[in-house]
Structures are given as C-alpha cells and as structure tokens.
C-alpha cells in the first residue's frame, strides 16, 4: 500500500494551493482527481486581483493558453434593470482581470504544485484511525479500487464533499442547495464583451443572471434554489438577452450544470476533523456573486502551512488551520453581506 504524508481530493485551485504549500515544505502529497485532467469546470473564469495576486507569487505568471479573448475584463456591470447599469472596475488603473479557461488555469496550477496527481481516479471512502488515515479510491480507467494511506487528509472537492459527508451527516442534512446553470453559444449580442455583465432584477433568478464573452462564445446562466424549476429563469432571461441586446445564438457548444449550498453565504464553515482538512468550497469559502478562487487559493495555502507546521511541532493541525482562515472566514462572510446590500435584496434566500 502506498503511503503519503498528506492525500488532497481535488485538483482544483484549493486543492492545488495545498499541494504546493505541502511540497514546498518537502512532504509527500497525492492529489486525487475524479475526472480526467484537464477537467471542464463552470465558472466564468475572472481572475480577481487576490487571486492573481496569490497566483503570481506561489506559482507564476499565468501561462498564455489559459486566457481566452477578450483577455482582460475591465469591470463587472450590474444591471438594475434592463436599461439601468452600474460599473465596479477590476484593478483600477491596471488592465483589468484576467479571462481564462478553468480548464487550464486549474490544470497549469496543479502540475506546478509539483505533487503526485492521479486523475480519473475519486475518493471513495475512509477511516481515520489515531495514528494514520486509510483511504480508498476508485480508478475510473481500469475500474481498479486503491488502498491508500496517509497521515493527513484534506478535501478540496468543492461544495459537494463525500468526506464532509461522511464526517459529519447531520451538518450535511442541515444543508440547502441551489442549482446553477451555464449555456454556451457561437454568436453575437451588443452587450461590451470588456465587462463582466450580471442581471439583479429576481425574475431572472433568484442568486443573479450573468453573461460574459470568451473565445466568441456568448456564455450566460443564472441559478435557482434545488426543487425550483430553473428553466423559467432561464428562458426569460434568454428573451430579455434576445431583445434588448440582440443576443443572436448560432450552434450550442455546451450547456453544463452544478450544484452548491448556503454554507457561504450563512457563515457555515466545516473546517474539518481531527487529521481530515476542508478547503475552498468544501469548507464553505465562496464570496458573493460567486467569486471564489481567492479564498479557494488562501484557505488551500493555511491547511498546507497548519499541516506543515504540526507536523513538525507535534501540533493540532485543524486548531491551527482554524486560527489562520480566521480572518478570510470573515471576509467572506462580509462579502455575503455586501452583495445583499448592492443587489438590494438577499442574494441567496434558500
Ligand atoms: C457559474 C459559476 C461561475 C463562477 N465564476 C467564478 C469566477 O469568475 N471567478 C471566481 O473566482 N470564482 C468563480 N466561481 C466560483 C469558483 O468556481 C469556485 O469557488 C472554485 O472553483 C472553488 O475551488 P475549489 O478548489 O474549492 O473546488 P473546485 O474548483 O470545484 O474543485 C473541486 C475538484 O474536486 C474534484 N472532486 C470532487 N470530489 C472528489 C473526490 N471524491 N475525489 C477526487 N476528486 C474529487 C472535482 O472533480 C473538482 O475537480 C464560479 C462558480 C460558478 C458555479
């Protein structure tokens, strides 16, 4: 059986920040991915200054083939309704935030991480003994089940977490979720493909309604609580996009769907237990409007910097970790609050 000081589930940009913290402080890290990499992720792919910020220091400039055209978006632009905006500028006085594909991005920072990385391949199940965790992962290509172990374990799942599940159910059935949904098309419209563009008014859907541009495509969504039929939302949206923005819609290149929950935006953070560590949208770090790279990146950065150093102290890696996301739980939970305050109404009543 293969050992590891620390296994991540979850290549994306939390899983990937732990895994470089970690290997920096020269232990041994497996990440764990359950889709073949580099995986598709829905996302409008902006890079918010933190996250660029966090980017350029730990792992470098982000590589050319991540960015999509327009590369840089100047500002989001909040529609009151459908004749009244208001324009928050990325960076002021810079070039904007950088557009790319998660595909990319995500993939580029995990292999820079420098850890091992087993794609196509899921975390299962585990036991959390007292001296080590052993873990079971299902290897997709040769439907092969793995037995590994390892002296930590951290999820970096994102918001549906088999490992916070299994920690803890009761938090899990006290959870509400949402559904999201994207649609990308060849085309065009007259909205300025330089901004970020989201739609307040609720009858397009009950968090907000976004469209961005990238690489041509016109890439728009919106979002509904769980059991709320979305499909509603979405075709008065599209209407609303078709005649008063000329949105024209050629060939459908992808539609694509998630699921999240109100951990976020109630406060509701799963740190972890024990030896078992959650990070980014796993431990409920999301800010508002979906912004959620930056504290995907930092809280993956304090579980590497909580686990290195309790290794190396004998210390209690989950209280360390709690202590140093003390301040970006506030943020984001701020965030939440903030938001609320410039849409003028609860932007997640779930
Ligand atoms: C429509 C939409 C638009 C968004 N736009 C932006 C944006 O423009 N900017 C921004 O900053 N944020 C944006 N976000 C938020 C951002 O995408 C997330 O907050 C961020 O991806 C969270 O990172 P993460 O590492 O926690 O999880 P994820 O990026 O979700 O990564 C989790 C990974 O874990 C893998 N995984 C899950 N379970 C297992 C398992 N058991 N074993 C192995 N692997 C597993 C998944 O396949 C996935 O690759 C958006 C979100 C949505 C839904």
Not at 53 to 78: M, N, Q, W
Not at 184 to 198: I, N, T
């Amino acid at each position: 059986m293969k050992e590891y000081d620390v296994v991540i589930a979850g290549s994306g940009p939390s899983g990937a920040a732990a895994a470089k913290g970690l290997v920096n402080e020269g232990l041994s890290v497996l990440v764990l991915e359950k889709k073949r990499l580099p995986r598709y992720k829905i996302c409008s792919g902006i890079i918010f200054k933190k996250s660029q910020d966090i980017t350029e220091k730990y792992f470098g400039e982000i590589p050319t083939s991540a960015y999509v055209t327009p590369e840089h978006l100047r500002g989001v632009r909040f529609w009151s309704d459908d004749e009244n905006y208001k324009d928050y500028p990325f960076n002021k006085g810079g070039i904007g935030a950088p557009n790319i594909w998660r595909s990319e991005y995500d993939y580029w920072l995990v292999k820079k991480s420098g850890a091992e990385i087993k794609d196509y391949c899921a975390l299962t199940d585990f036991n959390d003994t007292d001296d080590y965790i052993l873990l079971k992962a299902h290897h997709n290509l040769n439907d092969e089940v793995i037995d590994i172990k390892c002296k930590y374990l951290i999820s970096a799942e994102g918001g549906k977490s088999v490992i916070r599940a299994k920690l803890d159910p009761e938090f899990e059935k006290s959870l509400k979720w949402f559904t999201a949904y994207q649609n990308y098309y060849e085309g065009s419209s007259s909205l300025e493909p330089e901004f970020y563009h989201g739609f307040l008014e609720p009858q397009y859907g009950e968090v907000y309604a976004w469209f961005s541009v990238k690489d041509g495509l016109q890439v728009f969504g919106t979002a509904a609580a769980k059991g709320k039929k979305i499909k509603p939302y979405l075709l008065k949206y599209t209407e609303l996009l078709e005649k008063k923005f000329n949105l024209k819609r050629g060939k459908m290149i992808r539609k694509s769907g998630c699921i999240g929950n109100n951990m976020c935006p109630e406060g509701k953070f799963y740190l972890g237990k024990n030896n078992v560590l959650l990070v980014g949208e796993a431990a409920g770090f999301l800010n508002a409007f979906g912004e959620g790279i930056s504290c995907a990146l930092t809280s993956g950065l304090f579980a590497a910097d909580a686990i290195s150093k309790s290794i190396k102290s004998n210390g209690n890696a989950l209280e360390l970790y709690t202590d140093l996301t003390k301040r970006e739980r506030k943020q984001t939970t701020t965030s939440w609050r903030l938001g609320a305050r410039l849409a003028g109404r609860d932007l997640m009543p779930i």
